[in-house]
Nanobody
Framework: QVQFVESGGGLVQPGGSLRLSCAAS????????MGWYRQTPGNQRDWVAT???????NYADSVKGRFTISRDNAKNSVWLQMDSLKPEDTTAYYC????????????????WGQGTQVTVSS
């Protein structure tokens, strides 16, 4: 019903920047919180940042001051601007959103993007 397409990952040198994009399509009645997670070596997903529908933001301590999350409700899109990248930021990044697909609030559920790889290396 709802699909997310991510883009923007790649290879960058330490100290460089990347901008990740995530756009949703499908049957979307209302989108609530959106965010980004990244994969750990143990294949868990670590929370990176969240943005509410009213654009209140919150960040993991490890990225605070370096990453900026933003969204466009009309475009059902979320972005992650990543600056001052470090080698330890290397991993796959996944966008996430809480999406209500009908007027019925019980249709609310979490959706994930397919992931985009970020590699920080000289």
């Amino acid at each position: 019903q709802v699909q997310f397409v991510e883009s923007g990952g790649g290879l960058v040198q330490p100290g460089g920047s990347l901008r990740l994009s995530c756009a949703a399509s499908g049957t979307i009645f209302k989108m609530y919180d959106m965010g980004w997670y990244r994969q750990t070596p143990g294949n868990q997903r670590d929370w990176v940042a969240t943005i509410t529908r009213n654009s209140y933001t919150n960040y993991a301590d490890s990225v605070k001051g370096r990453f900026t999350i933003s969204r466009d409700n009309a475009k059902n899109s979320v972005w992650l601007q990543m600056d001052s990248l470090k080698p330890e930021d290397t991993t796959a990044y996944y966008c996430w959103a809480q999406v209500q697909t009908t007027w019925d609030t019980t249709s609310l559920r979490d959706y994930w993007g397919q992931g985009t790889q970020v590699t920080v290396s000289s």
